[in-house]
């Protein structure tokens, strides 16, 4: 609002131009299905790195951003984003956790280079006839040539701000969990 009106086209075309930039996507991916169930999605990146719920942040560049699960047709999708991926072949592995997919059949979407002129999205048809099913697309002049650093860091930062629970004392038995008459 500040370049437009202070009437200064050159700044307003650059930062237009560094917004769209900023919005691009190498790849994205969005698994979508019917019916009381849990479908997980784990993308298997060029690299040699994975892309899941149990890990989100990859090397690679990917995100896993949305974890789903029926019957709400709303929540049922996975969801996948690569800002700047690697080129090469990109692996979906689509797996059954639990429940009842409506037709056994979910919905792939997979779109290539977002927010480009080069942008281009398939919708495939993912026929789970078994609890795991497998697609593979591969990526053309990915804008990412190194892997990025990723944080790997195992504490718990809900835990973490929580006082530390007392050690027993040396040679003193503690026992949890059991009624009185498994004590005696």
Same mark, same amino acid.
């Given at each position: 609002?500040?370049?437009?009106?202070?009437?200064?086209?050159?700044?307003?075309?650059?930062?237009?131009?560094?917004?769209?930039?900023?919005?691009?996507?190498?790849?994205?991916?969005?698994?979508?299905?019917?019916?009381?169930?849990?479908?997980?999605?784990?993308?298997?990146?060029?690299?040699?790195?994975? !892309?899941?719920?149990?890990?989100?942040?990859?090397?690679?560049?990917?995100?896993?951003?949305?974890?789903?699960?029926?019957?709400?047709?709303?929540? !049922?999708?996975?969801?996948?984003? !690569?800002?700047?991926?690697?080129?090469?072949?990109?692996?979906?592995?689509?797996?059954?956790?639990?429940?009842?997919?409506?037709?056994?059949?979910?919905?792939?979407?997979?779109?290539?280079?977002?927010?480009?002129?080069?942008?281009?999205?398939?919708?495939?048809?993912?026929?789970?006839?078994?609890?795991?099913?497998?697609?593979?697309?591969?990526?053309?002049?990915?804008?990412?040539?190194?892997?990025?650093?990723?944080?790997?860091?195992?504490?718990?930062?809900?835990?973490?701000?929580?006082?530390?629970?007392?050690?027993?004392?040396?040679?003193?038995?503690?026992?949890?969990?059991?009624?009185?008459?498994?004590?005696?």
């Amino acid at each position: 609002r500040r370049l437009r009106q202070a009437k200064d086209e050159k700044a307003l075309a650059e930062m237009q131009s560094r917004i769209a930039l900023a919005r691009r996507r190498d790849l994205t991916a969005t698994l979508t299905w019917n019916g009381a169930a849990d479908l997980d999605l784990a993308v298997e990146e060029p690299g040699g790195t994975v !892309c899941s719920l149990a890990s989100p942040d990859s090397p690679g560049g990917g995100i896993h951003l949305h974890d789903g699960f029926g019957p709400d047709a709303k929540n !049922c999708r996975e969801e996948y984003v !690569c800002p700047k991926g690697l080129s090469g072949t990109y692996r979906f592995r689509i797996k059954l956790a639990w429940g009842e997919v409506v037709g056994r059949r979910a919905q792939l979407t997979i779109t290539q280079h977002a927010g480009s002129p080069e942008a281009k999205t398939t919708r495939q048809i993912i026929v789970m006839d078994s609890d795991e099913a497998v697609q593979t697309v591969t990526l053309e002049e990915g804008r990412r040539t190194q892997p990025r650093n990723v944080a790997t860091s195992q504490i718990d930062p809900v835990s973490a701000t929580q006082p530390q629970r007392q050690r027993a004392r040396q040679g003193v038995i503690r026992l949890t969990g059991h009624d009185e008459a498994a004590l005696d």
